[in-house]
């Protein structure tokens, strides 16, 4: 008995389908994880420098007006339009000669205010929250009778900032020392 050999073309297919699979194999675990790699690494820093932009923003905008604001809307039209913003981002710092224009420069290259409303990878709006402290004070005269009661509400002296991708968050609402410090220094 002799048995019949294989028909070559089976053998050519074979070593075809053998080849494709490994260079699937090599594109899904070596070049896609770089790329989601590079990727991630794009969007925390991109987010990063957007959020430090707004820290600046908000930084001038208590300069100008003594509280900070949690809308964002606002705050780039401060940033485009107010000529307190323009006249600090053109200034000149007189000991190193460099311009002092406070806010970094994204990762293309310039700053832009339009990109300070999203973040980069999902595109939703950052989370952006000013306190609101209510004091109550109750004045009484020598008899013990209640003249008045005094009520002074403090709005905007702490702001905090949060990335929904979870990047990083700037500030703090409820601990003064941590006003403009980030997560991520």
């Known amino acids: 008995m002799t048995s019949k050999p294989e028909p070559w073309y089976i053998h050519a297919i074979l070593y ?6 490994v260079v699937v194999l090599i594109k899904v675990a070596i070049i896609d994880p770089k790329e989601v790699v590079k990727a991630e690494k794009y969007n925390r820093t991109e987010s990063r420098l957007r959020m430090t932009n707004i820290k600046e923003a908000e930084i001038l905008w208590f300069k100008k007006f003594g509280t900070f604001t949690d809308d964002l809307n606002k705050l780039v039209d401060f940033i ?3 000529p307190f913003v323009d006249s600090v981002r053109k200034a000149f710092d007189s000991l190193t000669r460099r311009p002092a224009d406070p806010f970094v420069a994204l990762s293309h290259g ?3 205010p339009e990109s300070l409303f999203r973040t980069p990878r999902s ?4 989370i952006l929250q000013i306190d609101t402290s209510t004091n109550i004070d ?7 009778r209640i003249l008045r009661v005094d009520t002074t509400v403090v709005i905007g002296s702490r702001y905090y900032l949060e990335d929904p ?14 006003k403009n410090s980030a997560s991520w220094e």
Request: aromatic residues 14%.
């Open 165 to 178: 991708d979870g990047y990083g968050t700037i500030g703090s609402l409820d601990n003064e020392a941590l």
């Open 80 to 82: 485009k339009h107010d």
């Open 123 to 126: 595109r939703q709006f950052y």
């Open 138 to 144: 109750t004045v009484i005269n020598q008899y013990g």
């Open 16 to 21: 075809l389908i053998i080849a494709v699979l």
């Open 110 to 112: 310039e700053f832009s």
